[in-house]
């Protein structure tokens, strides 16, 4: 048996990070809990989500221990009437779909991001807008969930030929402006994604839709709206006295050795953020904070770090201090497998509430092929094998740390 | 490893499998034809000096949807093995492929898979550095940046698009010649699409146009059942094909709604009606092709196996289209062309999805016969003429490309303008400047290069305002036309569009002025309605009037508020004004009507649609000044009888009686003329007059009067209600009046007192043979308490067989059918009502017997029996009834299993858009019909006799989607055998051979003289000359066969009398849009007297007559009594040389 300590360390000295935020304070902590069940609704922000992924990853993630379940009932051009729901329908049979979905999933968070699409209507707009607003929460509220409202981001201006976002970003600002009053009026949270999102770069290709590294940005900021903001991860380790300090990550006690090279197996408390999409900008990828390993008072030299044999990191020490920076690596590798069967689930809950053909399954010539309906329910255990791959990966696993000279032959 | 024992053993095995398919491929239900390419491509009938050879095939290539060629000469491919649906624990990897054909020498050699892991992608065109691909919700960017042939990059451009049927879903991308993508989509698809302009939605149908740089998305037409075909003729005038509606060419009016367009108040129809389903389009031509294949238009029929071929010519503002034999035919069922594109090498490429079974809504998604793994790429070259040389037009300087503009291969144009576009403006530009400066002032293609060079600034979006007004005043229409198009991309970058719009409206040219027309309804102002509206004092047809009206609505916000303020300037022509007012069909414009009115300066023709409008939209005091006119005794009388119209509609659909004197309507009951006297009698019932009670009782009683005069005093009557009118009623039911007269004195009677009408009705049905009890079985489906009481009343009655099953059809296609009613009118009838002896036994049996036996001749026979029903509903060719589908290629994509079953059980298996509409208004009345548009207040629907029925919106309690409107059992009284024959000669329409529809227009919808009283000694005291425009005269629908023959066996005959022999006579007309000279070709010539318009003409073989614009009626007299009878009769139009002539025969019912 292997006996673990946690260490616990805070961190005293300021941590250089990217900060995707631009606001003060420290928000309030969103808790997930065993059971809870997130839906995420809205247009195409939320819609294009499922198929990256990176901020249901990151909720996932921060919660390893707990037992949630994701789904995304985005739909593309929707609006608080669920005017892309309707289809064959009038504009009530939208939103009684809407209705029927969320209410049908029993949820307990229900992230709820509208007010964009509305938005084109300008100041005209608005008194149908707070109507819809109205009615929908009223549904909403009534399943008893806890409601994050999700604000539409700001129209980015990208150059010509693409439209000049000055106007729409006006109106729209009144739009959020009228969320963010309801949201407050009535107790809920509110994260201004408008407001709060600081980006050195571009997030979308189009002013509106995020790209997938847009996505990832956006993740990291809502987390961090949402409290769920992390002291870096790291390990100090005193080579002379082997006393080790590790925020945020369990180590092995007994698992230390000194030489012939230094050795440990550790733990994260919770995984590192996804990996940046291959070709995201720099001021992206470099969002992501990797987790340090420091040593003290180690002779001069070149180092390896490898975790599980793998090199992960080169670093020289100076004044007896060697520090890593770690941005790969198998924790790495785990949490973009888990964005990956994530995304592998969204497909297959997609297929099983949205399925293409629904004319014939379930609509006005389900007399023709309805008999096909059958296989849809079909999907909820392959949903449920993903869930099950998802509880598995969310979980840090302890991968064995060493730190090795670098023989440096010709000196 | 294969052993010495094994190889014979397979061979045997392989070779029986071979024997069987080769036998039973078209045979046995449970086989599948030989996939091999070569027994495929031998079942080709190719059309004359060309052939097929095989580009590409499985099992490199598997379920082609869409191709579409680079500017390097390669073939792009989405293809789909996932098609219809994914199964659960099935990984979705569909693809993308490109196939290349390096040497040159005509087929493939190279296949790259450029992108796998797709969902059903169905539409993929290359550029801007990869390809736009259509996968499911999504309309994807796929881009190889490291040139491996295999896409690194994926950007969602677009999503939201529906997905509600995976036929219908984002398909057919094409660029446009002015750097658009369009993109289309089909009935079922709900579309929602978030762009930085705005969210964009398109419920049902349509092609969407989309700038990708930009991202501009906007709706370019609406409507069509399956819209997969799209393509431009060389002026840039859109075509669309039809994969499910049976018009053929669609001419595509920008802003245009289509059949079944959400939401159409009016909807314009395809060139072709009555042409089977088409699949792909694309306007061929280059030096490969012969001279007269040159701007033809080449399509896929891939329910009937063939590859089709269209004539388009111009057509006053739009287009004309004949069809010609085809390219390819073949009975190989697997066949299925879908797609057409010209190739580099100026062959034309078809891509062959290969599957015996099509569309997935009729049959399973799972049914073993659907292929997944195979499908075909065929050439197709002109034999003996040389192909034309690939260009490398990527290689190629920019100087060089814009040369390419003015290639004469089509292809190479398009794929420069394709490679500048990636090039962009900032290289282009400068070079294009040059270029036009450089092009003789006397080239015989200067204008049509200036058009290339126009396209081209719009392509890489550089406003060139001096050019495209050079090109709005080009000497050729078409480049006008073009550049007024273009005019409507730059309408907010240009200065003054609308002043350089006006002289456009005003041009020579009808299409120049549609386009004009057009563009000014996309500018909100006064001014461009007043412009747009001035188009009408130059002559109009049926497309500039569409386009007008499009336009009016579309400006509506603008100019119906200038015309209440007075700022509404009509040029002092106030028919323009009333064209507007008319158009918008909302109460607001009633008084801007009575004043253009008042005016006194409208013409007649003007003032009449002013009342007619006022009529549907006025109030009681509006609707007094129509009483007012009509009973005005200077009126004429076609022009009373308009009016009066208008107010009968005014009450059913409104409950608007005009106010003041109400009794000045009797004078009318007097009138010499049928219609007015109709009219004014169901005005009488309706506004209550009754002490009219004896004029109408009158008007019944007459030897002398029509029909519609009697069962219009009949409703009269009945509208008073109370025990006076049953009484009355009663007593025109037992009276010996003529058989519809009674019948619809007991139908009238039904509303007022259900048992009452019931019972008269029952003894009616059952003592009179003779007449259509249509309206008295519906007068009772309608209403359960009334069928109750028949169902009772019928009970120990006889009636006739046909009358019961008359009956069925209307009972039980009704909203809520009545089941008592529909069992006692199988038991009066002696039907048995054999619909439950369908075991699987006996259905296996038939199947097995409708290849052995059936007779596809007999069948027809069967088919157009008018006890069989099937002409009452289905057209073929578009010549029969339009509550179905047509039939005319139903051989060629339904299996036989799906046939029987379809008859059997009609509900199994619904065609699009042919689901019934259920719905309940507020007079407790459950209608039941195929929608075919519904706007302005009213719902239009086809109910199961054909009868379009307008229900008020305001009365609509319920609505919902039924199923079938075809009721079950019609065939209960065929025999097996005749059903057999029945389902043999289906199964044979569409297919090469007997039953497949000729190209020449036949004259398909004829009308044949009733033979009733009196008749054949009127006949020979006037003689048929004068007896031809007698209105008394009554005639019955007959359609001709599949071949186009009228059988003599199946017209009523008229006895001979004093020496005269007996003969029948039948006619049907021809519409002429464009007039000319048409010629005619008739058989029997020498058998038959002809007129036209009612004057005889010399009966030849063929004969050309100089028609007018407008109906022409065609009469055929022929002795029955002649030693050698005339066995059938036929009518077509054929093609005559140099005449710009546009006719077309009658269809429908």
């Known amino acids: ?411 | 490893m294969i052993n010495s024992r094994t190889i014979p053993a397979l061979a045997l095995l392989w070779a029986g499998l071979c024997i069987h398919s080769n036998a039973l491929a078209q045979r046995d239900l449970k086989s599948i034809p030989d996939p091999d390419p070569e027994i495929e491509r031998k079942s080709f009938q190719v059309a004359d000096g060309f052939e097929v050879e095989l580009f590409a095939g499985d099992p490199l290539l598997a379920k082609p949807i869409q191709m579409n060629f680079d500017a390097r000469g390669r073939l792009w491919v989405a293809s789909s093995e996932v098609y219809p649906q994914i199964e659960p624990g099935q990984v979705a990897n569909d693809k993308i492929l490109i196939l290349e054909d390096v040497d040159g020498d005509g087929k493939a050699d190279k296949t790259t898979v450029f992108q796998d892991g797709l969902l059903i992608p169905t539409g993929v065109e290359p550029g801007d550095g990869g390809a736009y691909v259509a996968n499911s919700t999504e309309l994807l960017q796929l881009k190889d940046t490291d040139g491996d042939g295999k896409a690194d990059e994926r950007r969602v451009v677009l999503s939201g698009f529906g997905t509600e049927d995976t036929h219908h879903i984002l398909h057919t991308l094409r660029w446009g010649w002015d750097g658009n993508l369009y993109m289309n989509q089909s009935i079922y698809i709900h579309s929602h699409i978030e762009t930085p302009h705005g969210v964009r939605r398109l419920n049902g149908g349509g092609i969407w146009r989309f700038r990708p740089d930009t991202l501009e998305l906007d709706v370019f037409m609406r409507g069509l059942v399956n819209t997969w075909g799209h393509h431009y003729d060389r002026f840039g005038q859109s075509f669309a094909t039809d994969g499910a509606g049976g018009e053929g060419i669609n001419y595509v009016l920008p802003g245009a709604y289509y059949v079944t367009a959400v939401d159409a108040v009016r909807v314009l129809r395809g060139l072709n009606p009555g042409s089977p389903k088409h699949c792909g389009l694309e306007i061929v031509g280059g030096s490969h092709l012969p001279e007269n294949w040159q701007g033809n238009f080449i399509t896929n029929d891939f329910r009937g196996n063939r590859v089709c071929r269209f004539i388009v010519s111009e057509d006053g503002a739009g287009f004309a289209s004949r069809e010609q034999a085809e390219l390819i035919k073949s009975r190989h069922q697997a066949f299925r062309p879908i797609d057409v594109k010209l190739g580099p090498d100026g062959a034309i490429y078809i891509a062959d999805w290969y599957n015996p079974i099509i569309q997935h809504g009729e049959v399973d998604f799972r049914d073993p016969r659907r292929d997944h793994t195979h499908g075909r790429i065929w050439r197709v070259t002109a034999k003996g003429r040389k192909t034309t040389t690939r260009p490398n037009l990527v290689g190629m300087s920019t100087e060089g490309l814009l040369d390419q503009l003015r290639s004469p291969e089509p292809w190479n144009r398009h794929f420069a303008k394709r490679v500048l576009a990636e090039r962009g403006a900032t290289e282009v530009i400068p070079a294009l400047a040059a270029w036009v400066a450089a092009i003789p002032p006397n080239a015989s293609d200067r204008e049509q290069a200036l058009l290339e060079a126009l396209w081209t600034h719009q392509t890489v979006d550089v406003v060139e305002r001096d050019l495209l007004v050079r090109l709005l005043t080009a000497s050729d229409p078409n480049v006008r036309a073009a550049a007024v198009r273009v005019l409507r991309a730059w309408k907010n970058r240009v200065d003054d569009p609308i002043g350089l719009l006006a002289a456009r409206v005003a041009d020579d040219h009808p299409r120049v002025r549609l386009e004009a027309v057009r563009v000014l309804g996309e500018i909100p102002s006064v001014r461009s309605a007043e412009l747009a509206l001035s188009a009408l004092d130059r002559p109009m047809d049926q497309f500039l009037d569409y386009a007008l009206w499009l336009t009016a609505r579309d400006l509506q916000a603008t100019w119906l508020p200038a015309v209440s303020e007075g700022r509404f300037d009509d040029g002092g022509k106030p028919a323009r004004l009333v064209f507007a007012l008319d158009a918008v069909g909302s109460p607001e414009v009633v008084k801007p009507l009575l004043r253009a009115i008042e005016s006194g300066a409208l013409t007649r023709e003007a003032r009449d649609r002013a009342l007619v409008s006022i009529a549907s939209l006025g109030g009681p005091d509006d609707l007094r000044l129509i009483l007012d006119q009509a009973v005005d005794g200077r009126i004429d009388a076609a022009r009373r009888s308009v009016l009066l119209q208008a107010l009968v509609r005014a009450h059913e659909q409104r409950k608007i009686v005009p106010s003041g004197d109400l009794a000045r309507l009797s004078s009318l009951l007097h009138s010499t003329d049928g219609p007015t006297v109709a009219a004014a009698a169901r005005l009488a019932g309706a506004w209550k007059l009754t002490n009219v009670r004896e004029r109408l009782l009158d008007l019944i009683r007459a030897d002398s009067g029509s029909d519609v005069v009697r069962q219009s005093a009949i409703a009269g009557l009945a509208a008073f209600g109370g025990a006076d009118a049953l009484r009355d009623l009663a007593t025109i039911a037992g009276s010996d009046a003529p058989a519809s007269t009674r019948f619809a004195a007991a139908a009238r009677m039904v509303e007022i007192a259900p048992e009452a009408g019931a019972a008269a009705a029952a003894g009616l049905l059952a003592q009179i043979p003779e007449g259509d009890a249509t309206e008295l079985f519906a007068a009772h489906a309608e209403r359960t308490a009334a069928g109750n009481a028949l169902a009772k009343a019928l009970a120990g009655k006889t009636i006739p067989a046909d009358r019961a099953k008359l009956g069925i059809r209307i009972v039980s296609t009704a909203g809520r059918p009545n089941a008592g009613l529909i069992e006692a009118l199988n038991r009066a009838g002696g039907l048995g009502g054999k619909g439950s002896e369908w075991t699987p036994a006996r259905r296996e049996a038939l199947l097995a017997a409708v290849l052995a036996k059936g007779d596809p001749a007999r069948g027809e026979q069967v088919f157009r029996r008018k006890s069989s029903q099937c002409l009452q509903c289905h057209a073929i060719a578009g010549a029969g009834g339009q509550v179905g589908p047509g039939l005319e290629s139903i051989g060629g994509s339904a299996q036989i299993d799906y046939l029987l079953d379809s008859l059997i059980e009609p509900n199994k298996q619904v065609k699009e858009n042919y689901h019934a509409l259920v719905v309940a208004t507020d007079d407790g009345k459950v209608r039941t019909g195929i929608k075919i548009r519904e706007g302005n207040g009213e719902l239009v629907l086809r109910d199961s006799e054909d009868r379009e029925i307008a229900i008020p919106l305001a009365s609509i309690e319920e609505r919902k989607m039924g199923a079938s409107i075809m009721p079950a059992g019609l065939i209960d009284t065929l025999t097996d055998a005749e059903l057999t024959d029945l389902v043999r000669f289906l199964s044979e329409l569409g297919k090469v051979g007997s039953y497949s529809v000729s190209k020449t227009p036949t004259a398909r919808r004829w009308e044949a003289l009733l033979d009733e009283r009196e008749l054949a000694r009127r006949i020979h005291g006037n003689g048929m000359d004068a007896m031809l425009g007698d209105t008394s005269l009554r005639w019955s629908p007959v359609y001709a066969t599949v071949a186009g023959t009228l059988p003599a066996s199946d017209l009523p005959v008229i006895p001979g009398l004093f020496g005269i022999p007996a003969r029948s006579v039948v006619r049907t007309s021809v519409e002429v849009s464009t007039p000319g000279r048409v010629r005619f070709a008739i058989e029997p010539a020498s058998e038959l007297t002809v007129w036209v318009d009612g004057n005889r003409v010399d009966p030849r073989p063929t004969f050309d007559l100089d028609l007018e614009r407008g109906s022409h009626s065609i009469a055929f007299s022929f002795n029955r009594d002649a030693s050698k009878p005339v066995e059938a009769v036929k009518l077509e139009l054929v093609e005559l040389p140099g005449s710009s002539a546009k006719a077309q025969l009658l269809l429908g019912k």
């Open chain 1, 1 to 411: 048996m292997i006996q673990r300590i946690l260490v616990p360390f805070l961190i005293s000295f300021a941590v250089p990070f990217s900060s995707a935020l631009a606001t003060e304070g420290e928000p309030a902590k969103l808790a997930l809990a065993d059971n809870d069940r997130v839906v995420f609704l809205g247009g195409t922000f939320i819609e294009r989500e499922q198929a990256e992924g990176f901020l249901e990853t990151r909720l996932t993630q921060r919660f390893p221990e707990k037992s949630v379940i994701f789904r995304n009932l985005g739909w593309s051009g929707d609006t608080v009437f669920g005017l892309a729901r309707a289809r064959f329908g009038k504009q009530e049979d939208g939103f009684a779909h809407l209705r029927e979905h969320v209410e049908g999933l029993k949820p307990t968070v229900i992230v709820v991001s509208y007010g964009q699409n509305e938005s084109f209507a300008g100041e005209a707009g608005l008194a149908d807008f707070r109507r819809g607003l109205m009615n929908l929460l009223q549904v909403l509220e009534k399943t008893g969930a806890k409601l994050i409202f999700l604000a539409p981001m700001r129209h980015e201006s990208l150059g010509a030929p693409l439209p000049d976002p000055a106007k729409h970003n006006a109106d729209l600002y009144l739009y959020v402006d009228l969320l963010e009053k309801a949201a407050s009026e009535r107790g809920h949270r509110f994260i201004n994604l408008h407001r709060d999102l600081n980006s050195p770069v571009p997030l979308t290709d189009n002013g509106m839709h995020p790209t997938p590294a847009g996505y990832r940005f956006i993740a990291a900021a809502a987390a961090d709206l949402l409290g769920l903001r992390e002291a870096d991860p790291r390990i100090e380790i005193d080579h002379a006295t082997m006393a080790v300090k590790s925020p945020g990550i369990e180590v092995t006690r007994d698992s230390v050795r000194k030489s012939p090279d230094l050795e440990f197996e550790a733990r994260l408390a919770t995984l590192p953020p996804a990996p940046a999409p291959p070709k995201s900008p720099a001021a992206i990828a470099a969002a992501i904070r990797p987790t340090r390993v420091g040593v003290t008072n180690i002779d001069d030299g070149s180092y390896r770090l490898t975790i599980d044999g793998r090199e992960v990191a080169r670093s020289k020490s100076r004044d007896g201090r060697l520090e890593f920076s770690i941005d790969r690596g198998p924790d790495i590798d785990q949490t973009e497998a888990l964005r990956r069967v994530i995304v592998a689930k969204n497909q297959l809950y997609f297929h099983r509430w949205r399925p293409q053909n629904e004319t014939y399954l379930f609509g006005f010539r389900k007399h023709e092929q309805g008999q096909n309906a059958r296989e849809i329910p079909m999907f909820d255990p392959l949903v449920a094998a993903k869930e099950t791959e998802i509880a598995k990966l969310r979980l840090p696993v302890p991968h064995r740390y060493r730190v090795s000279r670098i023989e440096e032959p010709n000196k």
